[in-house]
């Protein structure tokens, strides 16, 4: 059984940085795509970025050009670097793992993923 633990959130002003942590127990990491996914209040679960087995990544456009995902296999962790943050950042992100997804980028989408982390606030005030 994997189990995934976020950390890293917290309260941010506009333009600042964070840097989101997951580390995954269990399993074989190095096999697993690798993505987060964030939720707003009011809005449902959306994607932000993916990393497959071999490295490679893919963002969606909100966020593309100011986060960076990356994975540390001999630490069982992925990272989301996050920079430039607006206030419309402002959302629960979660890491989620897939067992089926590893190729090419990772998984997309939450119908991809097979485990999930419990989840870390990050507020952007403006």
């Known amino acids: 059984q994997v189990q995934l633990v976020e950390s890293g959130g917290g309260l941010v002003q506009a333009g600042g940085s964070l840097r989101l942590s997951c580390a995954a127990s269990?399993?074989?990491?190095?096999?697993?795509?690798l993505g987060w996914f964030r939720q707003a209040p009011g809005k449902e679960r959306e994607f932000v970025a993916g990393i497959g087995r071999t490295g490679a990544t893919s963002y969606s456009d909100s966020v593309k050009g100011r986060f960076t995902i990356s994975r540390d296999n001999a630490k069982n962790t992925v990272y989301l670097q996050m920079n430039s943050l607006k206030p419309e950042d402002t959302a629960v992100y979660y890491c989620?793992?897939?067992?089926?997804?590893?190729?090419?980028?990772?998984?997309?989408?939450?119908?991809?993923?097979?485990?999930w982390g419990q989840g870390t606030q990050v507020t952007v005030s403006s």
């Open positions: 269990g399993g074989t990491f190095s096999r697993y795509g």
């Open positions: 989620a793992l897939s067992d089926r997804y590893w190729w090419s980028s990772g998984p997309a989408a939450e119908s991809e993923c097979d485990y």
